[in-house]
């Protein structure tokens, strides 16, 4: 009997390997792989050929000043970001004041708002002609002194009050997961106060905090309209200004090459930072932690700083761009066009990311060979990468597309058929495809890896292809993965401005390129209602996050 129980598994697995082995789906998932990663194949690949005119140019005029306001906007972002992200973090993990149970959510709701929309509305009321300047100048007289807004300073203040949700999210479920015999152990030892946190649960929680700093700064890189509006030159700046200004396709990739090695470092030094040193949590039983209630006026700072956060980050924003909304006379005509253009955009992509996840994350599920593996890795670095880079990147391929489809028609019909993917809507698309495919592709993947394999050795006895299995029974059990993934793409590109502003057809505006021609403008009562519109999207994706996370306290 159980003899032939097992030569009947061994049987269906061999049927199973052998039914994966032929089956075409890790080949087409590799292609699709191979298609996406190769924007950032370009741009990898002009290292190896620099244009020496170039660079000396970049050299001459300002590739120092790039260099030095990258760096120290890295290292007061980092600095803005570790601060408020980890002490907030150990603050809702480890105490309990008044409004704690609202508060550990409401920390999260800045990741809803764009940095190019925080960093709008902050100018429009702490500039000089802004409401703030303008009261103190009415109350205490005009030689009031008011920090500038628009300043390096300005942009650091800006990008750690949207991004350091990040750290907070990671180090707060480091705090929770830390054993309470941990910490027990350490007290029993003489450590009290903050020494427990920094000997003990600072370090345990040193991965988590350092996989959330390096995103912050990912963005921080990558972000294009808050440094345009604050009038801050960075790496996202210099190539949008030498595409528009100087025409020159190769200066723009030579710096994209130095952002991309940027964002590359950042990955190394969080990977390097984390293999240094280890600390490893080795109680089985994973006690947690009993928050320690604070009284009087301990409970209310407690309550006082987490609710300033939430109101300087999230409330005073969203007043403020609600209150510009309803002060405006009419409702811009031009609005609805641009929510079409915008929605149109992000539905084309949020399918053509979801079919293309279901492909490679498939194909990855029938063969974990390293070359279908290394493709999947590459095509997903994409999300890693500012969209300045993804846009210079995506632009050699359609060009050469373009130039052989037209010599094509020459030599065999003797006619032209000129730039027919540049500049379009399907070059915008790709771009959008190579920037967020890592978004579904990761949501999928995770979707199929709660399907049991008996599932595909059931279907295999019934003589069902592979591709029947994923139609009839995969895609429906991941229906909502395949949601939440279109609905993530969807809100990521509603919200993308630096490829958008350099892809994009001409006359073609979005939400976001409506946001950066006003507020460069200044207008910025009239960019709130589009501002908005890309806030109130952005809040899906965070509210889904909650309620994941409600599910399960610990994470």
């Keep these: 009997m159980d003899a032939s129980r097992t030569s009947e598994l061994q049987y269906q697995t061999g049927l199973l390997r052998a039914w994966r082995r032929h089956d075409p789906w890790p080949i087409a998932s590799g292609a699709v792989c191979l298609v996406v990663a190769t924007p950032i194949l370009v741009v990898v690949s002009s290292l190896a050929t620099p244009t020496v005119d170039v660079w000396a140019h970049l050299w001459q005029t300002q590739l120092a000043e790039l260099f030095w306001n990258t760096l120290r906007l890295i290292a007061g972002v980092g600095l ?7 002490g907030l973090a150990w603050l809702v993990a480890r105490y309990d004041f008044p409004g704690r149970a609202i508060f550990q959510w409401l920390l999260i709701l800045p990741l809803a708002i764009p940095t190019y929309v925080i960093g709008f509305v902050f100018r429009g009321i702490f500039d000089y002609t802004g409401p703030v300047q303008t009261w103190l100048r009415s109350v205490v007289g005009a030689k009031i002194w008011f920090p500038e807004i628009a300043s390096f300073g300005g942009v650091t203040l800006v990008m750690s009050l949207v991004l350091y949700p990040y750290v907070y999210l990671l180090a707060r479920t480091a705090f929770l997961e830390q054993s309470a015999s941990t910490l027990e152990a350490a007290r029993a030892l003489g450590a009290r106060g903050l020494k427990v946190f920094w000997r003990v649960a600072l370090p345990l929680a040193r991965p988590s905090i350092a996989a959330g700093t390096a995103l912050a700064l990912m963005e921080a890189l990558a972000d294009f309209g808050t440094v345009a509006i604050y009038g801050y ?4 700046v210099a190539i949008y200004r030498v595409w528009f200004g100087m025409f020159d396709r190769h200066a723009a990739t030579e710096l994209a090459t130095l ?6 470092g950042l990955y190394w030094l969080e990977r390097a930072g984390r293999g240094r040193r280890r600390f490893y949590q080795t ?10 209630k604070l009284h009087g006026w301990r409970a209310w700072v407690a309550s006082g700083m987490t609710g300033f956060v939430v109101g300087i980050a999230f409330v005073l924003p969203l007043a403020q761009l609600a209150f510009w909304c309803f002060s405006q006379a009419e409702l811009d005509r031009k609005y609805l066009e641009l929510l079409l253009n915008t929605l149109l955009l992000g539905v084309a992509t949020a399918g053509l990311a979801v079919c293309a996840a279901v492909v490679v994350a498939y194909g990855l599920r029938l063969s974990r060979s390293r070359m279908v593996t290394a493709c999947a890795g590459i095509a997903s670095m994409g999300y890693a990468l500012p969209g300045s880079v993804i846009a210079v990147g995506v632009l050699a391929p359609l060009v050469f597309l373009d130039h052989s489809l037209d010599a094509l028609l020459q030599s065999t019909l003797n006619i032209s058929s000129g730039l027919l993917l540049t500049g379009s809507m399907v070059g915008l698309v790709f771009a959008y495809l190579v920037r967020f495919l ?9 979707s199929l890896a709660k399907i049991t394999p008996s599932m595909d050795m059931a279907g295999r006895s019934l003589r069902a ?3 029947e ?45 409506q946001v950066w021609q006003l507020t460069s403008e200044s207008f910025w009562e009239a960019a709130a209602l589009p501002a908005l519109t890309i806030v109130a999207a952005g809040i899906l994706p965070v509210l889904l996050l909650v309620r994941n996370r409600a599910r399960f306290p610990g994470g």
Aim: with cysteine; glycine share 6%.
């Design 80 to 86: 803005g970001v570790l601060l408020l992200g980890t």
């Design 233 to 236: 030159s960075s790496f996202t």
């Design 259 to 264: 952002l991309l090695l940027f964002t590359f």
């Design 283 to 292: 109680d089985g039983t994973a006690r947690p932690v009993a928050p320690q």
């Design 438 to 446: 890592a978004v579904s592709c990761q949501t999928v993947e995770a």
């Design 465 to 467: 292809t592979t591709s």
């Design 469 to 513: 299995v994923l139609w009839r029974i995969h895609v429906p059990l991941i229906r909502p993965g395949l949601s939440a993934a279109a609905i993530l793409v969807l809100v990521d590109v509603m919200k993308e401005m630096p490829a958008t502003l350099l892809l994009r057809p001409f006359g073609y505006d979005t939400l976001a390129v």
